[in-house]
């Protein structure tokens, strides 16, 4: 099982990025995927997540109206659409199997994003 997380980087407050993270490995079309971010000093957290046919997604309470998350399972691929970028979204971002967080014990190097002005 492998993550590939992309997409991050600087970006001033009210800004906007789109992660994408490629995954192989196991049955992509048949598996809930989610996005997690760990900031500097923090515990990581889970952000938000998608069921395996795009038919449900849930967001932590902060991001939501501000970020989309997405998949296409063709491309064996998670999105994770940032608009609105707040400094406090500063952190690097995961993507795992799982709705609600992580289920697979291991992930890939993450992605950074960093919100300053």
């Known amino acids: 099982v492998q993550f590939v997380e992309s997409g991050g980087g600087l970006v001033q407050p009210g800004g906007s990025l789109r992660l994408s993270c490629a995954a192989s490995?196991?049955?992509?079309?048949?598996?809930?995927m989610s996005w997690s971010r760990q900031a500097p000093g923090k515990e990581r957290e889970w952000v938000a997540g998608?069921?395996?046919?795009?038919?449900?997604?849930a967001y932590t309470e902060s991001v939501k109206g501000r970020f989309t998350i997405s998949r296409d399972n063709a491309k064996r691929t998670v999105y994770l659409q940032m608009n609105s970028l707040k400094l406090e979204d500063t952190a690097v971002y995961y993507c795992?199997?799982?709705?609600?967080?992580?289920?697979?014990?291991?992930w890939g190097q993450g992605t950074q994003v960093t919100v300053s002005s």
């Open positions: 998608i069921s395996n046919l795009s038919r449900q997604t």
């Open positions: 490995g196991f049955t992509f079309s048949g598996t809930d």
């Open positions: 795992n199997t799982g709705y609600r967080g992580g289920t697979w014990p291991t």
